[in-house]
Every structure is written in C-alpha cells, then in structure tokens.
C-alpha cells in the first residue's frame, strides 16, 4: 500500500502556494469605506450642531433686544406736549422727536422680520463652508488609510509586490505608516524567495534520499548477481543453471528500476488541472464500481446529500482512485467493507472519505509527512500513490489527511473547498 514510512518529528513545510493568497482569503473583497463614512459623519456633527445651536442662540438674544416697546416712550412726548400747549410753547423740537421716534420703529420692525432669515443664510453658509472643509479633511485623513487596506487586500490575495506611494520624508504618522507597510512587504518577498529556495533545495534532498534507498535494493541484488557469474573459484564456472538464475534475477530487477522510472516520470508529467463543474456523487460511484471487481471486500459509496464543485474530474478521479485502491489492497478477505462517503461542509466545501479495515496506519500523516519518503508495502509499488494525491488535493486548495479509524483500519480524509483558490 502506498503509505509513507513514519518518520521523526516531522517538519512543517510550505509550498510557495501556501499563502493567504491561495486559500479562501483569494477572493476576499475590499472592506466598504465605512471608517470614511463615520469620520465625515462625526466632523459634520461636530460642526454644524454647534453652529445650529449658536444660530439660534444670537436669534433669540437680537429678538429679545428688538422686542423693546417705545410706548412710554410716546406716553412721555404726549405729556410733553400737553405742558408745551398749555403753555403755548412751539412744539417743533417735539414733532421732530414724534418723526425720529417713528423712524425708529418702522426700523426695529423691519429688522424684528429679516433676523430670522439673516441667521438662517449665515448658519446655512457657515454650514456649506464646513462641509466643504470637512470633505476635504475627512478625505486627506482617509486617504492614507483607504491606500493601506487596498495594499493589505493585495498581500491577502498572496501578492507581495504591491509598493504603496510613500513620499520620503513621512510628513507625518500616517505617511511614516504607508512607508513601513512598504518596507513589511519588501522583507515578506525576501523571507519568500528565501524560503522557496529552502524547499527546493529540502525536496532535493527528500529525492535524493528517498532515491537511494529505492535503489539500493535492485543494485544490491545485481551486484550480487554477477558476482555469481564471474566467480572462477568452481569447477564449473559457466554452468546454465548459475547462469539462468543469474540473468533472471537481473532482469527482475532492471524490471523493477523501469517500473520505477516509469512511476517518477508518470509523478513528473502530472497534467495541469482543468475546473469544471463536477457532480461529486457519481464520479465516487464511477471510482467504487471501478475497484469493487478487483477488491477482496465490498467496496461500497455510502447514501447521502449531493454536492457540486468546481474541480478537474480527471484529477478527482486520479485522487479517489489511488485512495480506494490503497483501501482495497490494504484489506484482507475477511476484513470490514470499504467505505466511501461524502459530507457537504456548508457553502464552503465538501468532505470526502474513505475508510477500510486493514491493518491501519500508526498515528496521523497530513502535510509533508504525506510525501515524506517513497514507502510502499506493495511488491513492485514506487511510493508515490499518496504523493500524487497530496498534489493533486494541494491544486485544488484542499487537505488530505490519514488517520487510524476507531475500530481498526485507516480513514482517509479529504477536503475540498467548492470553488478553487484564484493561484491554483
């Protein structure tokens, strides 16, 4: 069965995908510019409740000095007037008096009906200017913030190239801001070039390790092989049946290398998947009737929901085939069914597994101890089963999981979301 040999402390490895940018952070949207509508909505209630609240203030305080009543006043210049003709004095200055007096109210009457209109337009002016200034000041403040979210919804979608307009100098806090954000991303694409060669220079080694002892084996028994044919210490040296045997080990195992290269260049020249919309349910169907002939137990794809996903379905059919195919080699005669099934996770995705009852793995394999090594406890398997099926759930944006099943056996786990991530 193409399992991987449990190693050591396993290390979390990453792939130059496994960003936010090619998980379901990909198609986040831009945060609506609330802040903006809250700032502007705060410095306009700032502004024009007192500037209300002052209009009718100065209103109120002009009515009560305009509200003043001249009428003792008149009272006073008709007893005037009765003493200048009693005693038969000119009343000019009076009439004069009586006329201003006049004027003066048609003037207080005139201003008592235009104060209200007068506070109203400059209250209304004052409050256009400061909606202008606020505008204008609630977009120079905002600006810079607006700019950092659209340069953090750029790093959130795995695109660290984005460089924001930073002047140098920073002005001010905000501007110092943008200029660090820059300087963030900058080291967030080094520390990614950095670590992207780290992993191929870690997967290189991982073949090359995994390499030599796959060939160790072969090479051992063909050294051994034509050591037999060139030994001269018997009296016998060419004999047929040394020689027979000789040669049919050999070719046994150059069968195995070519077995083995043809599975590496098979791993190699995995093609890029095509999405589509697949319905899930009869793919498992079409991959359980195609290994149930071959397979020792039932192998059976358990009732439940339907569900769609966009996916390539010559990938799926690779994923799940290598899956109950391992499922089925791993069971015995009289072992449990294998079982497949499939559970809609929301509207996020979907989760497909398969369970068997053989002899199980020893403890959890997800990540990188999914291709650690090339172990297959098949005569003739190449290990790269499950590094196949991790690649393939990886393209998809999903996890694959192995985990010892309650009762025996292996369950097999696989999710997926329903739509791919944008880098896949």
């Known amino acids: 069965m193409n399992r991987p040999m449990p190693s050591a402390a396993?290390?979390?490895?990453?792939?130059?995908?496994?960003t936010v940018g090619s998980g379901p952070n990909a198609d986040l949207p831009l945060p609506p510019p609330r802040f903006r509508r809250r700032l502007l909505t705060v410095m306009l209630l700032a502004?024009?409740?007192p500037l209300v609240l002052l209009g009718a203030l100065a209103q109120g305080a002009l009515e009560r000095v305009l509200s003043v009543s001249i009428a003792p006043v008149e009272d006073v210049l008709d007893e005037v007037s009765a003493e200048l003709a009693r005693r038969e004095l000119p009343q000019d200055s009076l009439n004069e008096a009586r006329l201003n007096l006049a004027q003066a109210e048609l003037a207080r009457r005139a201003l008592v009906r235009r104060v209200p209109a007068f506070i109203t337009g400059l209250v209304l002016v004052s409050g256009a200017a400061l909606t202008v200034a606020a505008v204008l000041l609630g977009r120079a403040l905002t600006r810079p913030v607006s700019t950092l979210t659209e340069g953090m919804w750029a790093y959130a979608r795995g695109d660290l190239s984005v460089r924001l307009a930073a002047p140098e100098p920073p002005r001010d806090e905000l501007q110092f801001l943008l200029g660090q954000f820059n300087k963030m991303g900058q080291e967030l694409l080094s520390q990614r070039e950095r670590l992207k060669s780290a992993e191929q220079i870690a997967a290189w080694q991982d073949v090359a390790r995994a390499l030599a002892h796959e060939l160790k084996n072969p090479l051992t028994a063909?050294?051994?092989?034509?050591?037999?044919?060139?030994?001269?210490?018997?009296?016998?040296?060419?004999?047929?049946?040394?020689?027979?045997?000789?040669?049919?080990?050999?070719?046994?195992e150059v069968d195995l290398l070519m077995r083995m290269t043809q599975s590496f260049s098979t791993f190699a020249r995995l093609p890029a998947p095509r999405f589509q919309d697949v319905p899930l349910r009869p793919l498992l169907a079409e991959v359980c009737a195609l290994y149930a002939s071959t397979s020792p137990v039932p192998v059976a794809?358990?009732?439940?929901?339907?569900?769609?996903?966009?996916?390539d379905p010559d990938g799926l059919r690779r994923l799940f085939g290598n899956l109950v195919k391992n499922a089925a080699e791993a069971s015995s005669a009289?072992?449990?069914?294998?079982?497949?099934?499939?559970?809609?996770?929301g509207a996020s995705g979907v989760r497909v597994t398969v369970r068997d009852g053989g002899s199980g793995v020893p403890h959890v394999l997800e990540g990188p101890a999914l291709t650690r090594g090339l172990f297959s406890t098949k005569p003739g398997g190449s290990g790269l089963g499950l590094p196949i099926s991790q690649k393939i759930v990886h393209e998809h944006g999903g996890s694959l999981r192995l985990e010892p099943a309650p009762g025996g056996g292996t369950l097999a786990r696989v999710d997926l979301p329903r739509t791919p991530p944008a880098s896949a």
Do not use: C, F, I
Request: without cysteine; aromatic residues 2%; hydrophobic residues 40%.
């Open 301 to 311: 794809l358990l009732p439940g929901a339907e569900a769609t996903l966009r996916a």
């Open 47 to 49: 502004g024009w409740v």
């Open 10 to 18: 396993p290390t979390e490895a990453r792939t130059p995908r496994d």
């Open 222 to 252: 063909m050294k051994l092989s034509l050591a037999r044919l060139t030994r001269t210490d018997t009296p016998t040296p060419h004999d047929a049946t040394r020689v027979t045997e000789a040669v049919a080990l050999l070719q046994e």
């Open 334 to 345: 009289n072992a449990l069914p294998v079982h497949v099934a499939l559970e809609p996770l």
